[in-house]
Antibody
Framework: QVQLQESGPGQVKPSGTLSLTCAVSGGSISTGSWWSWVRQPPGKGLEWIGE???????HYNPSLKSRVTISVDKSKIQFSLTLTSVTAADTAVYYC????????????WGQGILVTVSS | QSALTQPASVSGSPGQSITISCTGTSSDIGYYNFVSWYQQHPGKAPKLMIYDVTDRPSGVSPRFSGSKSGNTASLTISGLQAEDEADYYC??????????FGGGTKVTVL
């Protein structure tokens, strides 16, 4: 069974850079799945941030595209999120998730990590 | 891209059926049959309940069913149970190779 685990700082200063990593276990990162980031501000709904394929191909949410980079490290079986120029509006629980084209949906999710943007 | 539109809340008594609507556009729900639904309990990660509009992953109760007509998808919960009280989110793949979520619906079991 695939397991995903987010890690990274729980607090980032305004105008700084948010960096998170998602470790994948129980399966290969090169299985034909897309690896995604989704966030949820406190008390609000889900927002898709973007996704990456093991080849390095990416798709991003147009509203975040200028600030987001998602990368993959196949040797470490993990993928990462970088979000620049953060503001309080970027405070959220950040989830990593697997998108499987065979059943277009997020079938596995990490537990989530709360990142607070505050000085 | 704009979020899909869901009602903020839906409620029902135990044993009843409820339906949650999810309205998008011809670029997302109306373009593909790639609609999925997620259940989220407080403090937990979302759980996949429906994919490809109507299909259930292994282990999901048959009380959950999905449908679609035009640009609107729906999730129906039959035989409502206390454990069904949660937030529900719809999602769709778009013709721009992005994913869009609905704003979420809080289901209350009276």
């Amino acid at each position: 069974q695939v397991q995903l685990q987010e890690s990274g700082p729980g607090q980032v200063k305004p105008s700084g850079t948010l960096s998170l990593t998602c470790a994948v276990s129980g399966g290969s990162i090169s299985t034909g799945s897309w690896w995604s980031w989704v966030r949820q501000p406190p008390g609000k709904g889900l927002e898709w941030i973007g996704e990456i394929y093991h080849s390095g191909s990416t798709h991003y949410n147009p509203s975040l595209k200028s600030r987001v980079t998602i990368s993959v490290d196949k040797s470490k079986i993990q993928f990462s999120l970088t979000l620049t120029s953060v503001t309080a509006a970027d405070t959220a629980v950040y989830y990593c998730a697997r998108w499987i084209p065979a059943r277009p949906a997020f079938d596995y999710w990490g537990q989530g990590i709360l990142v607070t943007v505050s000085s | 891209q704009s979020a899909l539109t869901q009602p903020a809340s839906v409620s029902g008594s135990p044993g009843q059926s409820i339906t949650i609507s999810c309205t998008g556009t011809s670029s997302d729900i109306g373009y593909y049959n790639f609609v999925s639904w997620y259940q989220q309990h407080p403090g937990k990660a979302p759980k996949l309940m429906i994919y490809d509009v109507t299909d259930r992953p292994s282990g999901v109760s048959p009380r959950f069913s999905g449908s679609k007509s035009g640009n609107t998808a729906s999730l129906t919960i039959s035989g409502l149970q206390a454990e069904d009280e949660a937030d529900y989110y719809c999602s769709s793949y778009t013709n721009s190779n992005t994913v869009v979520f609905g704003g979420g619906t809080k289901v209350t079991v009276l």
